[in-house]
């Protein structure tokens, strides 16, 4: 059975998705989604497991002030771990929750006794790429996270998914529920992530790194570079699968 939860800590209003019950693997979401992006693998949460898949600060239900980093985020997850009271969790994400999965590991390796790299990549934003987010950030400001979203479809939904379309409308439903701030604040911590490249080689614990063979966002040769970069990382291909692998 899948579980809503929503605890007020360190200020900030967070809510989650929970199923299971055992070790705990967190998994966070991309961007513009929110924690139910992750609905079709609670139902799949295998014995001795919870898996706990929270909305980002000012995404999905989670309220706060703004977050415009991925720290800002990470220190969220951080603070969950320490309301559940978990000492460590197996802690990953696709995307956008990837980036904040590094930085997790950035600031508190010790927190991480796992990690789950999904259709990811270590590499900051290019000068081009921080111009999108910027014109993004304007779309939303103009028309709205639907908007965004629009925008960004081709890039997330791969060519089988394409054909189906399935994928495509349950994006738009999930990040209908989005509101323009989260989503221009989103922007300005993916435009501002910090390179994790340097910080590869410091990740000790078992790392898997997952990306669909049709990722136009984020590709294998991005997935292939964490891997190269973490020292026993195993890399997992999905094929026919485009950037939101996990649908
Ligand atoms: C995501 O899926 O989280 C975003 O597309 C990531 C990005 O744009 O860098």
Known sequence: MTTRHTVEMGGQTISWLQSGRGRTLILLHGFPLHAAMWEALHATTPHGWTLITPDLRNFGESRGTPALSVDDHAADVLSLLRHLGCEDAAI??????????????????????????????????????????????????????????????????????????????????????????????????????????????????????????????????????????????????IPDAGHMSNL
Do not use: F, W
Not at 115 to 132: S, Y
Not at 134 to 146: C, M, S
């Open 92 to 237: 990953g994400g696709l995307s956008m929750g990837g980036y904040v999965a590094l930085a997790v590991h950035r600031v508190a390796p010790q927190r991480c006794r796992a990690l789950v790299l999904a259709d990811t990549r270590a590499e900051p934003d290019a000068d081009e790429a921080k111009a999108n987010r910027v014109r993004l950030q304007a779309t939303a400001r103009e028309r709205g996270p639907d908007a965004v979203l629009e925008a960004m479809l081709p890039k997330l939904v791969g060519p089988a998914a394409q054909a189906s379309g399935s994928v495509a409308e349950q994006l738009k439903a999930i990040a209908s529920a989005n509101r323009a701030e989260g989503v221009i604040d989103g922007l300005e911590a993916l435009k501002t992530r910090p390179d994790a490249r340097p910080g590869l080689a410091a990740i000790t614990c078992p790392t898997l790194v997952m990306v669909g063979a049709d990722d136009a966002l984020t590709p294998p040769s991005a997935a292939e570079t964490l891997r190269d970069g973490i020292a026993g990382a195993q890399l997992v291909v």
